[in-house]
């Protein structure tokens, strides 16, 4: 303002009163533009007043007025640009700044991206011209490929491919569709392929034109043959699963079943899709039905085990309503905090029925028992028979020859010896009376019979639960030696009867092994083996095993050896043993070979 007034008072000569304020115009414009409009208004008032002490009139007149009044409207017109100037300005200013704030994150974007992906591993991506030529080439193509950047940029695409035409083929599809992805082969530098999964994405500008094709390939060659791998494991578990005979059913901590075995659809009726995703009490007949998210929820909130692990037999029930028992034995897997649960089911519907089967052949083993028992009563009892008869018959004929002289003596010594007789009588009575109630008379008829398979089927019977015990079996039955003529269930009983002796012998020993022979014996007979691998039997005891009331068991009644003795030689065979101390005994029996 100083500078402008000094300024006006040199000018002041050449031009007196008619621009009294023309240079302080200049110097609203300059405030204006630098300090804003308020430092401009304040500088046109001094303005104004310094142009009223240069227009040198005594008195203020209208010309100095209008001076003023012009002055005054274009120091507003000054001010009002400027400001509008100084607003243009720091909007250039603001936008140059959001530019060049822009421009470094772009710049910082694009170098980010560009370290993502060329650190992005077995990932290859490039583009492509709208010719199918690389433009772009990333470290990850480099690795994939083996092609440099320098090599490959300019190149046409097709060189990663096997079949040349196939890019051309991806890439029409690719402008088509907008988008594609697949898997095919690729080809590296060195000339081998890999099986790839890839996309292709179309690019366009502004205008709709074609700029290129932006491609990410990646190597899928192990995953898929670890897919293949996992696939063919899989099929050969759910092969094998399907093959166990005991049926299978997999739930959750919930109680919804997760997987349904074939053998488990067999056993309850039900088909796996209306089954899966259920509750299993559906297979539970009540209560346990009621109670069994109960017990899992206890368990999963004690972690106390009380059947899993272990094998228990309950009753499950059918599709249709009915219900069976079943041997259940539980496994846990665990999948981070989430429980699986594992149930096999084995059917102890035919095991009832063996074991009834197996009870009303050893209701016939006592009968034989019976039989066999009094034969051995009679011969024993032979010679009381024989007493009261020989008495009777020795009494009657002594009555009898004092008949011939009757005297009053003859006549009481006949009464005695009469009533002598009568009793003698009672007595032989008596004993045929007790025979005739320890036995019921029956038949044994002899058929031409398959070895082989009479001892399959006693084998049935008499290890049931044998698995359970660790007792291995093993049969060598002879080819010479395959057709007996023999009572059917008596031989059975026999092997039934000497099976679980066998069975008894090893449950204390460490190594359980059943072995069952059959030989020839002779021309005529055939020899059956049973041995195990138990204690033995002390030598000093054999002679005695096989007397009627003799046993070496605490519980035994000493009758199974006497009558499997006893059936051996009725069948006109005969039965022995051979023990090793310490490591077992066999017992050997022949049988008429049929011819």
């Known amino acids: 303002m100083l500078f402008a007034a000094a300024l006006r008072a040199i000018m002041d000569p050449f031009i007196g009163e008619r621009a009294a304020y023309t240079p302080f115009t200049l110097v609203v414009l300059i405030t204006v533009l630098w300090c804003g409009p308020g430092a401009a208004i304040m500088a046109s008032i001094l303005s104004l007043g310094f142009g ?27 001010i009002t640009v400027g400001e509008i100037a100084n607003t243009l300005r720091r909007e250039l200013m603001r ?72 890019c051309q083929v991806d890439l029409s599809l690719a402008r088509s569709e907008g988008r594609i992805e697949g898997e095919g082969l690729r ?29 990410i390939v990646s190597d899928i060659t192990r995953r898929r043959a670890d897919e293949k791998a996992l696939l063919a494991r899989e099929s050969l578990l759910t092969s094998i699963l399907s093959t166990v005979p005991d049926a299978m059913v997999v739930i959750d901590a919930h109680g919804v079943v997760l997987s349904f075995s074939d053998a488990a659809q067999t056993l309850f009726g039900y088909d796996a899709c209306e089954v899966i995703g259920h509750n299993i009490s559906m297979l539970m007949p009540a209560p346990d039905s009621h109670r069994h998210d109960l017990y899992l929820r206890r368990y999963l909130e004690t972690g106390e085990k009380r059947i899993i692990g272990k094998g228990r037999v309950v009753f499950a029930q059918r599709k249709d309503g009915t219900t069976f028992p079943v041997t259940l034995s539980i496994g846990e897997a665990r999948d981070g905090e989430q429980h699986i649960f594992t149930g096999f089911l084995q059917d102890l519907t035919e095991r009832h029925q063996v074991q009834e089967r197996l009870e009303t052949l050893q209701s016939e083993l006592i009968h034989v028992a019976r039989i066999s028992a009094m034969g051995a009563m009679a011969s024993t009892l032979a010679h009381e028979l024989n007493q009261p008869i020989a008495a009777v018959v020795n009494y009657v004929q002594a009555a009898h020859n004092l008949m011939g002289g009757p005297q009053d003596w003859d006549l009481v010594a006949m009464r005695e010896a009469l009533d002598d007789a009568a009793r003698n009588a009672l007595r032989a009575g008596q004993i045929v009376r007790r025979l005739r109630a320890f036995v019921t008379l029956g038949t044994i008829e002899r058929t031409v019979e398959a070895l082989p398979a009479l001892i399959n089927e006693a ?23 395959l057709a007996v003529l023999v009572d059917r269930i008596q031989i059975q009983q026999v092997m039934v ?3 679980r002796n066998a069975c008894e012998a ?11 022979e059959t030989h020839p014996y002779g021309t005529d007979f055939v020899r059956v083996t049973i041995s195990d691998s138990g204690t033995g039997v002390p030598t000093a005891t054999h002679d005695q095993l096989f007397k009627a009331f003799y046993s070496t068991k605490q519980e035994g009644m000493g009758l199974g050896l006497s009558i499997c003795r006893t059936i051996i030689e009725a069948h006109e065979g005969k039965i022995w043993l051979e023990t090793r101390e310490g490591r077992g005994t066999s017992f050997h029996f022949t049988l008429p070979r049929a011819k």
């Open 459 to 481: 084998c049935v019977l008499a290890l049931m639960g044998a698995r359970e015990q660790g007792i291995h079996t093993y049969f060598e039955l002879g080819p010479e030696a």
């Open 52 to 78: 009223f002490l240069f227009a040198q009139s005594e008195s203020v007149g209208i010309g100095d007025f209008a001076q003023s009044v012009v002055f005054l409207v274009t120091a507003g017109g000054i």
């Open 506 to 516: 090893m449950t204390d020993s460490p190594e359980r092994r059943l072995r069952i």
């Open 187 to 215: 080809r590296r530098k060195d000339g081998t392929t890999f099986l790839a999964s890839f996309s292709i994405t179309t690019l366009y500008d502004e205008q709709g034109k074609l700029r290129g094709f932006a491609k």
């Open 497 to 499: 009867n000497l099976i």
């Open 95 to 166: 936008s140059h700044q959001e530019a060049q704030r822009r421009a470094a994150q772009f710049a910082l974007a694009a170098e980010e991206l560009n370290l993502l992906i060329d650190g992005t591993p077995g990932l290859a991506i490039y583009m492509l011209d709208p010719y199918g030529r690389i433009m772009i080439w990333n470290k990850g193509a480099e690795r994939l490929s083996g092609w440099k950047e320098e090599e490959v940029l300019g190149t046409d695409a097709s060189i990663l491919y096997p079949a040349t035409d196939k």
